[in-house]
């Protein structure tokens, strides 16, 4: 059974930092894409990030540019999502994906497996 598990997520105040960890458990990182997304309330999720097998990297969101960086480490079976600058807007329930194919240029095409996410909260 593939698992993704998110965890690093809190109640921070705007211009802080956090880093977001999915760790991944039933599948060979190295095997798939990996992405991620965020969810604000009330809002469509959004996608941010995906990398592909080979390290090739797509950017789906203009809204995180320059703050947010995403990695993956095959031996660790983990990806991470750097955050820096956080303000309210960045405010959202963040989850990992994997994903058998490349990355999709579309972040809406279809993802195998989702992580149920963390929760991210900035205000003062």
């Known amino acids: 059974q593939v698992q993704l598990v998110e965890s690093g997520g809190g109640s921070v105040q705007p211009g802080d930092s956090l880093t977001l960890s999915c760790l991944i458990s039933?599948?060979?990182?190295?095997?798939?894409?990996v992405a991620w997304f965020r969810q604000a309330p009330g809002k469509e999720r959004e996608g941010l990030f995906c990398?592909?097998?080979?390290?090739?990297?797509?950017s789906y969101s203009g809204n995180v540019a320059g703050r947010f960086t995403a990695s993956r480490d095959n031996a660790q079976n983990a990806a991470y999502l750097r955050m820096r600058a956080l303000n309210p807007s960045d405010t959202a329930v963040y989850s990992c994906?994997?994903?058998?194919?490349?990355?999709?240029?579309?972040?809406?095409?279809?993802?195998?497996?989702w992580g149920q996410g963390t929760q991210v909260t900035v205000s003062e």
């Open positions: 994906a994997l994903r058998h194919a490349s990355c999709p240029r579309q972040s809406t095409d279809f993802f195998d497996y």
């Open positions: 990398i592909g097998r080979g390290d090739d990297w797509l």
């Open positions: 039933g599948l060979d990182l190295a095997r798939a894409s």
